[in-house]
Structures are given as structure tokens and as C-alpha cells.
T-cell receptor
Framework: KAGVTQTPRYLIKTRGQQVTLSCSPI?????VSWYQQTPGQGLQFLFE???????NKGNFPGRFSGRQFSNSRSEMNVSTLELGDSALYLC???????????FGNGTRLTVT | SQQGEEDPQALSIQEGENATMNCSYK?????LQWYRQNSGRGLVHLIL?????REKHSGRLRVTLDTSKKSSSLLITASRAADTASYFC??????????FGAGTTVTVRA
């Protein structure tokens, strides 16, 4: 079974631009979660989608948004990028709400 | 949502030794999960222990959970160079929110 796939692997953007990151979950997994990882803040939960609906949301500003498609693939978008948005963005899928997460290798976003 | 507090922040051991790391938390949980992360990669799930379980094993890994003390420990026995990584505990709350601790960085010296 293929694992969680995130694209692109690396991104360099300029302040003020916007970015879209993509995640394909493991086949059969309907829940997709997104996390931001930085050296200072650690792993911070962004949001979780299930059956195309946002089920949970972390404490991030409205510049961070996401969506999930009918095939469970998910995208997250960050608008008006700030230097502090530089991070590793991790996507994870799971079978159910209380089962383990399966992570992709992340998208490394650098904002200059 | 609560985060687990992990201890120690960093650990350096010789190959063949055991490594123990701890995770403490404040409110009740649905389950507690341990993950490993190699540098710059995604996290890999190691063990999930439910709130009504006390101990679980997987290969060289042993996880204990003490809900009365609100703490868990992860033991890696007979460590290898390949165990060098960051280890995170993650707490699933009863309203299904998963939050991660800051992690323990383990270095296994050859």
C-alpha cells in the first residue's frame, strides 16, 4: 500500500505570496490532518478533514486554510506569507479518530 | 488542548544500552501514542496505548502508562545506531484532539 504522499517536497516563496501544498492519504483513509513543525514551537495542529468537512481546527490565523476532495486528497493554502511561516508542513492520514496517524515526509517551506 | 511534557529533552547513549524517556500530562486521555522522527522526515508511529492499558510491547520497544500519575514511558532496549532520532509522545483527548509533546532527541553512539 502506498504511503502518504506530499508535494512538493521543498518550496521557496517570498513574503506576501501564497502557497498551496498537496497531500494524498493512504488508500481507504478518510481522515487527513495537517501539522506545522518549527524548531521553536514544535508540532502544532492546523486542521483535520474528514469526508470533505473540516472536523477540527487549531489556533492558526485565517491565512491558513485547507480543503479535502471527494477522493480524500487534501490541500492546504497559506496566503500572504510571513517569514514566520517557514516550517515543515506535515500531512497525516488515519483510518479512524482514535487510530494512529500515518505521516508523509512533509513539505519544507522557506519564506524569504 | 493539552500537550505532553517529555523528559529528558535529549539523551545520548552507547550502542547496546537502553534508553528511557517519559511523558507526563495533566488531563484525562483517550489514548497515548509514541512516534519517531528521523531528521527532516515525517513521523513514524511506534506504539499506541489506550487509557485502560498499562503496558505494551513491540519488538525492542516497551511502553507503560500510569493514568493515576498521568505519565507514560518509552523504553528502547539494546539500542542501535539506527535508533538515533527524535521521539514524541502524542495525547489523544476524549474529544479526539491529538497534541504532541516537544520530543526527546536520542543519539546512539557507536
Amino acid at each position: 500500500k502506498a504511503g502518504v504522499t506530499q508535494t512538493p517536497r521543498y518550496l521557496i516563496k517570498t513574503r506576501g505570496q501564497q502557497v498551496t501544498l498537496s497531500c494524498s492519504p493512504i488508500s481507504g483513509h478518510r481522515s487527513v490532518s495537517w501539522y506545522q513543525q518549527t524548531p521553536g514551537q514544535g508540532l502544532q495542529f492546523l486542521f483535520e478533514y474528514f469526508s470533505e468537512t473540516q472536523r477540527n481546527k487549531g489556533n492558526f490565523p485565517g491565512r491558513f486554510s485547507g480543503r479535502q476532495f471527494s477522493n480524500s486528497r487534501s490541500e492546504m493554502n497559506v496566503s500572504t506569507l510571513e517569514l514566520g511561516d517557514s516550517a515543515l508542513y506535515l500531512c497525516a492520514s488515519s483510518l479512524s479518530r482514535d487510530s494512529p496517524l500515518h505521516f508523509g515526509n512533509g513539505t519544507r517551506l522557506t519564506v524569504t | 488542548s493539552q500537550q505532553g511534557e517529555e523528559d529528558p529533552q535529549a539523551l545520548s547513549i552507547q550502542e547496546g544500552e537502553n534508553a528511557t524517556m517519559n511523558c507526563s500530562y495533566k488531563t484525562s486521555i483517550n489514548n497515548l501514542q509514541w512516534y519517531r522522527q528521523n531528521s527532516g522526515r515525517g513521523l513514524v508511529h511506534l506504539i499506541l496505548i489506550r487509557s485502560n492499558e498499562r503496558e505494551k510491547h513491540s519488538g525492542r520497544l516497551r511502553v507503560t502508562l500510569d493514568t493515576s500519575k498521568k505519565s507514560s514511558s518509552l523504553l528502547i532496549t539494546a539500542s542501535r545506531a539506527a535508533d538515533t532520532a527524535s521521539y514524541f509522545c502524542a495525547l489523544l483527548s476524549n474529544d479526539y484532539k491529538l497534541s504532541f509533546g516537544a520530543g526527546t532527541t536520542v543519539t546512539v553512539r557507536a
